[in-house]
């Protein structure tokens, strides 16, 4: 199956016209969005009319009881992760308190004082946080998480070298590469950030990832 990843609108209707629009050019199968869609009620019955799974983001979490009744409904029950065969869709890390299930259940487990920093990590900046998250994927036993919430697009991967040390490495090129498969000790785990589809940190193109998971590509689209 080919997914469309994408996050981080922030109330830019152009933005997702823009993903839907060049997803269909290269035959995706599944859309998936990984949260804070902005104020705007009509991108939220955008994403629900057209059936996307959608995973919580920090906004979601602190602006979802401001929404029509329904559509509050509807976005208190966004899950964390979603996951399908080796990949994990997130927000900001697979690594998730167990009482965060929910938007809705996140935001009375936030209530207690729990920082949003700690919660809601910027990968591109928290070197402990990635390894955090590659440990959740070691332990569920998933190849790659896409988040979003940086407005960065970038790939970090965890290798095992012949000496069994081990080393993140980074980069925000090539546009397309495949996940690779590590050693049978440890295998090669990714974290990939999709970018933001409405309001990029990386420059003006709007952003979003693509992946197959039959072939395990991931295409890293720039609009």
Same mark, same amino acid.
Not at 39 to 59: E, S, Y
Not at 78 to 105: Q, V, Y
Not at 144 to 156: I, L, M, P, R
Not at 200 to 216: E, F, H, N, S, V
């Given at each position: ?12 209707? &152009? ?12 035959? $995706? ?43 509050? *409904?509807?976005? /208190?029950? %966004? ?31 936030? *209530?207690?004082? $729990?920082? %949003? ?17 590659? @440990? ?14 940086? &407005? $960065?697009?970038? #790939?970090? /991967?965890? $290798? ?12 925000? @090129? ?17 974290? #990939?950030? #999709?970018?933001? @589809? ?19 590509? #991931? ?5």
């Amino acid at each position: 199956m080919r997914y469309a990843i994408f996050s981080d609108l922030h109330d830019n209707q &152009h933005g997702l016209a823009a993903v839907l629009a060049d997803a269909k050019q290269h035959a $995706v199968d599944q859309f998936v969005y990984l949260g804070d869609v902005g104020r705007d009620p009509t991108l939220f019955l955008a994403l629900q009319k057209r059936n996307i799974p959608c995973t919580f983001g920090n906004w979601e979490v602190s602006g979802w009881q401001r929404l029509p009744a329904t559509l509050a *409904a509807w976005v /208190g029950a %966004w899950p964390a992760l979603i996951r399908h065969g080796e990949a994990i869709f997130c927000h900001a890390t697979p690594d998730i308190p167990a009482a965060a299930t929910t938007t809705a259940a996140t935001a009375v487990y936030m *209530a207690n004082g $729990v920082g %949003w920093m700690t919660l809601f990590p910027r990968l591109n900046r928290n070197e402990e946080a990635r390894w955090a998250a590659l @440990a959740v994927l070691e332990t569920l036993d998933a190849r790659v998480a896409f988040h979003g919430h940086t &407005h $960065v697009q970038e #790939v970090y /991967g965890w $290798v095992e070298d012949e000496q069994a040390q081990r080393r993140l490495w980074a980069f925000n @090129a090539p546009s397309e590469f495949h996940l690779e498969q590590g050693n049978l000790v440890a295998p090669n785990r990714y974290l #990939v950030g #999709v970018g933001s @589809a409405g309001a990029p940190d990386d420059g003006p193109q709007l952003r979003y990832a693509i992946y197959d998971d039959a072939t395990k590509q #991931v295409v890293l689209q720039r609009l």
